[in-house]
């Protein structure tokens, strides 16, 4: 599953926390991976599944199970260990890489999962330098993460700058803006946010 919570402080108003909660065949917990700003960036199990961010309630925003699930675990267990920010003093704020940094760049090594981060997960779009690559089934273009595009078909057209996200997604009937994230315009509300409930818990 992907959650995401608004962080804290004046930052919240525009921007969400990211993280990834899995359960492995065979265990009874979830497990929760964060990248933080304090100590080592890359964490495990500090908090609860669906505990709160800065007293903030997270939302459910993609998760599969079954079969599915199972077959992407493996790569999903790689791409985090494979991510190279994880150590202290690699977390930036802004543009990245962040909690954002980390979570869109797992979901690119597994892209027929045809998930995204939040369009209000600031430094989602980061990149070490300018870039222009198709990857996790999408065209991406940044600039250090400053300013960019994607394209594709799971997110539709989206425009970063500064870290802050416009977009439209004609197939899921979404237009992204800063500070509000994807709004239904038209067809039928998906999944997208829901409640993160306490069977996480389990």
Do not use: C
């Not at 494979?82 to 690699?90: K, T, V």
């Not at 998906?190 to 306490?198: I, P």
């Amino acid at each position: 599953m992907v959650l995401s919570a608004r962080t804290g402080g004046l930052k919240g108003a525009l921007s969400v926390h990211s993280w990834l909660v899995l359960k492995l065949p065979g265990e009874t917990r979830y497990r929760r991976y964060d990248v933080v700003g304090w100590g080592p960036a890359l964490r495990r199990d500090n908090y609860a599944p669906d505990g709160k961010w800065y007293s903030n309630v997270p939302r459910i925003r993609h998760k599969i199970a079954g079969a599915a699930a199972e077959a992407a675990l493996p790569r999903l267990l790689a791409a985090i260990e494979n991510y190279r920010y994880r150590e202290r003093g690699d977390y930036v704020i802004w543009p990245g890489p962040n909690s954002n940094s980390f979570v869109a760049e797992v979901l690119k090594d597994v892209p027929e999962l045809g998930f995204s981060t939040s369009p209000l997960g600031v430094g989602r779009d980061f990149a070490p330098g300018p870039v222009l690559h198709t990857r996790g089934g999408m065209l991406q273009g940044s600039l250090w993460g400053y300013a960019g595009f994607s394209f594709g078909r799971h997110i539709g057209l989206e425009l970063n700058f500064l870290g802050l996200v416009t977009g439209i997604n004609p197939l899921a009937g979404t237009i992204a803006l800063p500070g509000f994230g994807e709004l239904q315009v038209w067809g039928r509300a998906g999944a997208l946010d829901a409640a993160a409930t306490s069977d996480t818990r389990s």
